[in-house]
C-alpha cells in the first residue's frame, strides 16, 4: 500500500538509527519502555490517523465551522474522532501518568504527532492545544489549580486556549489594554476583547479553559505590568463541579484562507455581566508564563508545517508514480513510444528530491530538539541538563519559522507536481498549502522569529552555545570526511558551517552598534540559511549512516547491476535515497544558502534607505 500522510520506513529511521531512541530505555524515567512498546504506539498512531481522522480532512474544510447565537458548532465529522482521541488517550503523550498522561518520550511523541498533525490539523488542535494550558498549570500554578485543572486540560475532557492578542496591539502584547480588577473572594474581574483566538468557542468539550493575558489596575505600562488569569468558560466550584457559564464570550469566528474546520475567534469578556479569573502565579509575571506557553507553541506551529509537508510530498511521491502523460526524453522524436508515469520526467524529479530532501531534513531536525528535551529530562547531572535546554532556546525559532517556511514550499511544490489537477479540489495538496500558510503567521511571524534568534539567541552565554552547536555540526562532517563517497559533501557543509559562524559574528557584532535595523533588516535571510545549514547537517548525518548499510547490501556493484540490486532490495533503495537526499541538497540547494549569507555580510541597507514614498502606492 502507498504510504499516506508520513514514510513509517523514514520514521524509523531517525528513531531508532540516527538518534537512538532505544538509549532513552536504559534511563530511571523511562526503564519500562521497549522498542515493541514504541513500535506499537507509532503503528496505531498511523492506522488511528489514517483511518479516523484523514477522512475528516476534506469534509472539515467544506463544511468550516458555523457561528449561531454566540455558539460555534464544529463540523460533525469531527466529533467522533474527537472522543476516540480522549478514550484511547492520544492528547498528552508526554506527560506524568499521574495527570492523565502515558510518560512517553518525546521523540515518541512527534513520531504518532505525525499521523495525527498530517492527518488533520483543523481537527486535531481542538484536542491537542489543552497541553499547552496544562502545562502553564502545572508550572506555575497552585496546588488547587492543579487539582481543579490539570487531568481535565491533559485529557482533553476541557479544551484549552492562549488569549493573548487584542484588536490595538495585534503582535504587540505589552500594548494591550484587557484590565484585572481584584475581587473580594481573591478573584478578578476581567474585561477586554481579545482576537485570533484558536478554539475560542466550541461544542465538543462541556469547558474551555483560557489563560488570559490582562493588566491589573494600577499596574506598570508595557510588559512588565502584565499577569495572567485562568479564565474557565464555566466556573469551576471548590469541589470540582461546574458552576455559572461565565462571562467570556465569543463574538463572532474569522474567515480564513485555510483551516476551515478550525473555529479563530473573538472573544469579549466582561462585557454583559462579571468575567472571574484566577491569577495564575505571581503578579505581573504573564509574560514569563505565557512564553512557556508560546515556546512549546512554537514548537508545534513548526511541527504544523513539516506535517502537512511531508503529507503533500506523500500526495506527490503517489501522483507522480500513477499519472501517465509524456513520452520518456530517452525516446527521442519516436511518436510510438508509450507514455511513462511523470515520476520519470526529469523536471519532476528534480521537484520530488528536492521536496525528500526538505522533508526528511525538517523531520530529522525536529526529532533532534524532541531528544533534547527527552535528554534534558534524563539528564544524570545539571551541565547535561542545561546543555541541553541551551539548544531547545537557540532551536525553537529555526523549528518554527524555518520549518513553517519549507513546510509551505513543500506544499506548493507538490501542487507543481499535481498540474493542473493540484489546483483543484479534487486533490488534497491544495488544502494542505491553504491550511499549511497560517503556520509562518501564528505564534510570532518569520519576522518575530528571526528577531529573536539574533537578539536574543546567537548571543546565549556569550556566543558559547551557538558556537556548541556548530561543533555537533561538524562532528558529523569529521564523521563523513572519513568515507571516501562522502568525503567531498562534508568539504562543502564543512565550508558552510564557516560561513555561518562567520556571518553570525558579523551580523551580531552590528546588531549592536548604531547600524542595528541594518543587521535585523538580515535577519530572516540569516534565519533561512542556518536552517539550510542545518538541512544539509540533517542529511549528511543521515548519510553517514546509510552509506555502510548500503555496501553490506551491494557491495562494489555499479551502474546496471547496483541499479538492478536497488530495485530488488527495498532496504537498498532507502539508504541509497539517503545519500543521494544529502548529495542533492548540499550540492544544488546550499550553494543558495552561501549566496544569502554573502549578502547578509555585505549589510546592504537599501531596506532602510528606501523613503516609504518610494514604496509607490500612492
Same mark, same amino acid.
Given at each position: 500500500m502507498a504510504q499516506q500522510i508520513a514514510d513509517r520506513r523514514d520514521i524509523d529511521f531517525v528513531l531508532y538509527e540516527q538518534l537512538d531512541v532505544e538509549q532513552l530505555f536504559k534511563t530511571q524515567k523511562h526503564r519500562d519502555l521497549n522498542k515493541k512498546m514504541v513500535d506499537m504506539v507509532v503503528t496505531e498512531a498511523r492506522a488511528f490517523g489514517i483511518k479516523e481522522v484523514l477522512p475528516t480532512h476534506s469534509e472539515g474544510d467544506r463544511v468550516g465551522v458555523r457561528f449561531e447565537?454566540?455558539?460555534?458548532?464544529?463540523?460533525?465529522?469531527?466529533?467522533?474522532p474527537y472522543q476516540l482521541m480522549v478514550e484511547n488517550e492520544w492528547t498528552s503523550l508526554t506527560e506524568d501518568p499521574a495527570v492523565g498522561g502515558q510518560g512517553l518520550p518525546h521523540m515518541v511523541m512527534r513520531a504518532a504527532g505525525e499521523y495525527f498533525i498530517g492527518a488533520n490539523y483543523a481537527m486535531v488542535i481542538?484536542?491537542?492545544?489543552?497541553? $499547552? &494550558?496544562? *502545562?502553564?498549570? @502545572? /508550572? +506555575? $500554578? &497552585?496546588? *488547587?489549580?492543579? @487539582? /481543579? +485543572?490539570?487531568?481535565?486540560?491533559?485529557?482533553?475532557?476541557?479544551?484549552?486556549?492562549?488569549?493573548?492578542?487584542?484588536?490595538q496591539a495585534g503582535s504587540d502584547v505589552g500594548a494591550l489594554i484587557t484590565s484585572a480588577k481584584p475581587l473580594d473572594d481573591g478573584?478578578?474581574?476581567?474585561?477586554?476583547?481579545?482576537?485570533?483566538?484558536?478554539?475560542?468557542?466550541?461544542?465538543?468539550?462541556?469547558?474551555?479553559?483560557?489563560?488570559?493575558?490582562?493588566?491589573?489596575?494600577?499596574?506598570?505600562?508595557?510588559?512588565?505590568?502584565?499577569?495572567?488569569?485562568?479564565?474557565?468558560k464555566i466556573?469551576?466550584?471548590?469541589?470540582?463541579?461546574?458552576?455559572?457559564?461565565?462571562?467570556?464570550?465569543?463574538?463572532?469566528?474569522?474567515?480564513?484562507?485555510?483551516?476551515?474546520?478550525?473555529?479563530?475567534?473573538?472573544?469579549?469578556?466582561?462585557?454583559?455581566?462579571?468575567?472571574?479569573?484566577?491569577?495564575?502565579?505571581?503578579?505581573?509575571?504573564?509574560?514569563?508564563?505565557?512564553f512557556h506557553m508560546m515556546n512549546e507553541a512554537r514548537l508545534d506551529v513548526g511541527f504544523m508545517g513539516f506535517c502537512n509537508a511531508t503529507a503533500a510530498f506523500m500526495h506527490a511521491v503517489n501522483f507522480a508514480r500513477e499519472r501517465i502523460q509524456g513520452r520518456d526524453l530517452a525516446d527521442g522524436k519516436n511518436a510510438e513510444a508509450p507514455s511513462v508515469p511523470i515520476i520519470r520526467h526529469p523536471d519532476v524529479r528534480r521537484m520530488l528530491l528536492w521536496m525528500k530532501a526538505h522533508v526528511e531534513g525538517m523531520r530529522s531536525f525536529i526529532y533532534f530538539v524532541a531528544r533534547c528535551f527527552d535528554l534534558a529530562e534524563c539528564a544524570a547531572d545539571e551541565s547535561e541538563r542545561a546543555r541541553n535546554d541551551d539548544f531547545?532556546?537557540?532551536?525553537?525559532?529555526?523549528?518554527?519559522?524555518?520549518?513553517?517556511?519549507?513546510?509551505?514550499?513543500?506544499?506548493?511544490?507538490?501542487?507543481?507536481?499535481?498540474?493542473?489537477?493540484?489546483?483543484?479540489?479534487?486533490?488534497?495538496?491544495?488544502?494542505l498549502a491553504r491550511d499549511c500558510k497560517i503556520a509562518s503567521i501564528f505564534e510570532g511571524t518569520d519576522g518575530i522569529q528571526a528577531m529573536d534568534l539574533l537578539g536574543r539567541k546567537l548571543g546565549m552565554k556569550n556566543g558559547a552555545v551557538f558556537m556548541d552547536f556548530l561543533g555537533e555540526i561538524k562532528s558529523i562532517v569529521e564523521q563523513a570526511k572519513a568515507m571516501d563517497a562522502l568525503s567531498p559533501m562534508a568539504t562543502a557543509l564543512e565550508a558552510a558551517v564557516d560561513q555561518l559562524g562567520e556571518t553570525a559574528m558579523a551580523i551580531g557584532k552590528q546588531a549592536m552598534s548604531p547600524e542595528f535595523k541594518t543587521a535585523f533588516a538580515s535577519a530572516h535571510p540569516f534565519m533561512m540559511a542556518m536552517g539550510d545549514v542545518i538541512m544539509g547537517w540533517m542529511l549528511l548525518w543521515r548519510a553517514v549512516i546509510a552509506a555502510p548499510k548500503l555496501f553490506k547490501i551491494v557491495g562494489d556493484a555499479a551502474g546496471e547491476k547496483k541499479q538492478a540490486l536497488l530495485e530488488k532490495d527495498k532496504n537498498a533503495a532507502f539508504y541509497d535515497g539517503q545519500i543521494q537526499s544529502a548529495r542533492y541538497f548540499i550540492r544544488s540547494v546550499l550553494p543558495v544558502a552561501l549566496g544569502r549569507l554573502a549578502a547578509v555580510r555585505a549589510s546592504d541597507d537599501a531596506t532602510l534607505k528606501i523613503s516609504e514614498r518610494g514604496f509607490g502606492g500612492l
Open positions: 447565537n454566540g455558539k460555534v458548532v464544529v463540523p460533525e465529522c469531527y466529533r467522533r481542538y484536542a491537542m492545544e489543552g497541553h $499547552g &494550558t496544562g *502545562k502553564m498549570i @502545572e /508550572l +506555575f $500554578g &497552585t496546588e *488547587k489549580q492543579k @487539582e /481543579l +485543572f490539570l487531568e481535565k486540560l491533559y485529557t482533553a475532557q476541557w479544551g484549552g486556549t492562549m488569549d493573548l492578542t487584542e484588536p478573584t478578578y474581574a476581567i474585561t477586554g476583547n481579545k482576537i485570533y483566538i484558536t478554539n475560542g468557542e466550541h461544542d465538543l468539550t462541556e469547558n474551555i479553559i483560557h489563560p488570559v493575558l490582562a493588566r491589573i489596575e494600577g499596574a506598570p505600562a508595557g510588559t512588565k505590568g502584565i499577569s495572567i488569569f485562568i479564565v474557565p466556573w469551576v466550584n471548590e469541589d470540582g463541579s461546574l458552576g455559572e457559564p461565565n462571562d467570556i464570550v465569543c463574538t463572532g469566528t474569522e474567515e480564513k484562507m485555510g483551516l476551515h474546520g478550525s473555529a479563530t475567534c473573538s472573544m469579549s469578556m466582561g462585557s454583559k455581566g462579571i468575567c472571574r479569573g484566577l491569577l495564575l502565579g505571581e503578579e505581573n509575571a504573564g509574560m514569563k508564563i505565557m531547545i532556546a537557540l532551536l525553537t525559532p529555526l523549528i518554527k519559522a524555518y520549518c513553517a517556511g519549507r513546510g509551505f514550499e513543500v506544499c506548493i511544490e507538490a501542487m507543481q507536481v499535481h498540474g493542473g489537477c493540484g489546483y483543484t479540489m479534487d486533490y488534497p495538496v491544495e488544502q
